[in-house]
């Protein structure tokens, strides 16, 4: 088939898959769902369907489409390496343009409000007076608002620290890290952030961090906006790519999963290759160049749950689990499914939240049979939904990013 013919992806890729079903048990939503259509082999067929004409991007359709996480363990335990990632990252662009006009306009308006920094600050404003606040969690639970829920669950506002341009290593230079700062993550965990520079300072890393960065783009990709995706990826790209740098960093899992494709999204930008090439998530970052003990404990169980884009989008399991077993006073407990999404995945909790809110009771639930007292999650966009759902359901558990964990281990954090 000529590349003239493609509607929106090369056939050969969904014909990779054989229809063995050996991803079924790892899809979150096939095991709430229980609907073939709502798998990753289901969804698979509908896209093949699509691709060649067979099918029309119906609304039937599109709510199997859009009922997909984007999680990717459907490509973790897919034995025949079906890129179920890219195959869906093409499909939701195509399916956009047949959207009705309303819901293409409240999808944009929210990939304009979630990706530009200072429109996302203005739209945000209000949630500030609410974040963090006791009394929000009790009105919270009072009115069983999930938005008010994810207002209490985010930390209280006390403004962004501004960081320098520049942060020396503590000890001897083991390489240089460009910190990435532009997006939502930084925005609602701005200490997180502050958190991994001064970590990574003490391994030995010299941290860039330069000015008027902007969002990677993930979201974009996510929202089925690949244009505006593409033209983000490409201005963070001109912003931010610096020879000298060893590693490109983010605290969020999800954006950092999306960086190590830059070089895919945009092949003719050496930039993007460059940053392509060097995204590196930090605790994995961390765990090999190694840290002085950390002096202050933490007498508490412990229990990670895997972000999807850290476990099946960066492939990094055991790094964070080192790193907090270092913790004088800490207890790693495992937590059952740890690696089936919470619901949070990107804007999906926005757009979705009749099934993500199935899947946030299912990890709660997971929780609450772990005897945990803390929830480590390294991805913000976990942190909000799990957070949120166990401020609603006034449960005895704080949930936390691990950079902040080891940051108040090492004395470094707040
Ligand atoms: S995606 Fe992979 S595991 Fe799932 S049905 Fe297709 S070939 Fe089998
Ligand atoms: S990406 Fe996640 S939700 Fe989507 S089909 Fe794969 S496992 Fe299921």
């Known amino acids: 088939m000529a590349d003239s013919d493609v509607r929106f992806v090369e056939i050969e890729k969904l014909l990779s898959c054989v229809h063995c079903g050996l991803c079924l048990p790892s899809c979150p939503t096939y095991l709430e769902l229980g ?41 973790t335990a897919c034995p025949s ?48 007076l609410l974040a ?15 938005l008010l829920g994810y207002a209490a669950a985010l930390p209280e506002w006390r403004g962004v620290t501004p960081l320098p341009p520049v942060i020396e290593p503590d000890r001897e230079l083991r390489g240089t890290a460009v910190l990435l700062t532009g997006c939502v993550a930084h925005s609602s965990f701005p200490q997180t952030t502050v958190s991994i520079a001064r970590l990574l300072a003490r391994a030995g890393v010299r941290v860039l961090i330069p000015p008027d960065q902007g969002c990677c783009g993930a979201l974009s990709l996510h929202l089925g906006n690949d244009t505006r995706s593409r033209d983000l990826a490409l201005r963070l790209s001109r912003h931010v790519s610096e020879d000298e740098a060893d590693w490109y960093v983010t605290t969020a899992a999800g954006c950092g999963a999306h960086l190590r494709e830059y070089g895919t999204l945009l092949p003719n930008d050496s930039g993007a290759a460059n940053i392509g090439a060097k995204a590196r998530d930090p605790l994995d970052l961390l765990a090999e160049l190694g840290l002085p003990a950390p002096q202050r404990p933490l007498k508490a169980k412990i229990a990670m749950h895997d972000p999807c884009h850290l476990l099946h989008g960066q492939g990094v399991k055991n790094a964070p689990r080192e790193l907090l077993r270092q913790i004088p006073g800490a207890e790693l407990v495992e937590l059952a499914e740890a690696e089936i999404c919470c619901g949070s995945a990107g804007t999906y909790n926005l757009t979705e939240p009749g099934t993500a809110g199935r899947l946030l ?6 929780i609450r049979a772990s005897g945990a007292d803390i929830i480590a999650a390294a991805n913000p966009g976990c942190l909000l ?30």
């Open 35 to 75: 609907t073939e259509a709502d798998s990753p082999r289901g969804r698979i067929l509908l896209m093949r369907a699509l691709e060649e004409g067979r099918l029309r991007p119906t609304p039937e359709v599109t709510r199997h489409l859009d009922s997909c996480l984007g999680c990717r363990a459907c490509e």
């Open 81 to 128: 390496g079906v890129p179920y990632g890219s195959l869906i990252e093409a499909a939701r662009p195509f399916v956009e343009e047949h959207r009705p006009p309303v819901a293409r306009f409240l999808r944009w308006l929210l990939d304009s409000v979630l990706t530009q920094p200072t429109v996302r600050n203005v739209a945000t404003a209000p949630l500030r």
């Open 132 to 146: 963090g606040k006791p009394w929000t969690a009790r009105f919270a639970r009072a009115t069983s608002l999930s």
């Open 361 to 366: 009771t299912r990890k709660l639930a997971d």
């Open 385 to 414: 939904q799990i957070r949120s759902g166990a401020i609603l359901q006034n449960m005895p558990v704080q949930i936390a990013h691990p950079i902040d964990l080891l940051a108040r281990a090492h004395g470094l954090g707040d």
